[in-house]
């Protein structure tokens, strides 16, 4: 009984606050959103703990150098007008997607579905991937791996927003099958490397990633080989004037060999070397607010 009455709080506190987003106009919100931003920097211990963790391996500075503090802020104020812009999702129409998102790296994307094997998105939470995915979704069907929410009415609602914008939802459970169905349609299917301790979830794959070796979801390169379609690390960062710029890398290509492992390593290398380009270019727009390097974390910690 309790948790249910948490459930339905937590889903009209989003209902009410997003009717109040859609309202207000964006020079209000952002303001906003940043100074909730810093209040959950300063207030959220553990978060900010682990954050400033992953971005000193990042930076390659100390944990306590103020640099590193200062793109963690960052980070959580990003993170904070991303969670405004989910609430304002409902009311992007496609020419609102054409105005804010900009793609680098078309090309890339149509040379990748001309193979007629369909297209798998490997990306991280970093900038809005909401809007970058909506943005191509509306020429290319998208699909995303995603796990559910414990708050059933809130994920219903979340799911039936991106529906909307053509952008399918698949829970972990039984995705396999839904997902191959749709790379043979020649679709788009998205997902998540930056899962830390999560991925331990799955079949994983230990890669290099700023120098020192994390975990990885293995899905990606096992969907490829099955599949055959081509792997395009992509991701959306912010640009100063709170529009988007989409990027594509130029897409992997797994070779369906009998040595699976070794080719999963390889490929799963290969996307870790392109996310870490990505973020090295923009560290704060990565809401990495949890361990990446754990066991790293946990040595340094004894």
């Known amino acids: 009984m309790r948790r249910r009455l948490a459930h339905g709080f937590g889903y009209w506190l989003w209902r009410s606050a997003a009717a109040l987003a859609q309202r207000l106009p964006q020079r209000v919100l952002y303001p906003v959103a940043a100074a909730l931003g810093d209040l959950a920097y300063l207030t959220w211990t553990t978060k900010r703990r682990i954050a400033k963790d992953n971005f000193a391996r990042v930076l390659a500075r100390p944990v306590h150098d103020r640099e590193v503090a200062n793109v963690a802020r960052r980070s959580f104020r990003n993170f904070a007008k991303y969670v405004v812009e989910i609430m304002r999702f409902p009311r992007l ?176 290398a290969a996307i870790a070397r392109g996310l870490e380009d990505l973020i090295r270019r923009w560290p704060d727009q990565w809401y990495i607010f949890r361990p990446m390097w754990p066991a790293e974390r946990a040595a340094g910690a004894t």
């Open 93 to 268: 129409h496609p020419g609102d997607l054409e105005r804010i998102v900009t793609v680098d790296g078309w090309e890339h994307l149509r040379a990748a579905t001309e193979r007629g094997r369909g297209l798998i998105f490997a990306s991280i939470h970093f900038g809005n991937f909401e809007v970058g995915g909506a943005r191509i979704a509306d020429e290319i069907p998208l699909n995303v791996i995603a796990d559910d929410l414990a708050n059933q009415r809130l994920m219903d609602l979340l799911v039936g927003n991106r529906a909307h914008k053509n952008i399918n939802i698949h829970s972990p459970n039984g995705a396999a099958r839904k997902v191959l169905q749709a790379l043979r349609r020649n679709e788009m299917v998205g997902l998540m490397m930056d899962l830390g301790p999560r991925a331990l979830a799955f079949d994983t794959v230990r890669a290099e990633f700023f120098g020192a070796p994390a975990s990885f979801p293995a899905v990606a390169a096992n969907l490829a080989r099955v599949s055959g379609a081509p792997i395009v690390v992509a991701a959306v960062f912010r640009q100063r004037d709170n529009t988007f710029r989409g990027v594509a890398l130029p897409p992997i290509f797994v070779e369906r060999t009998g040595q699976s492992t070794t080719e999963t390593e390889r490929v799963t």
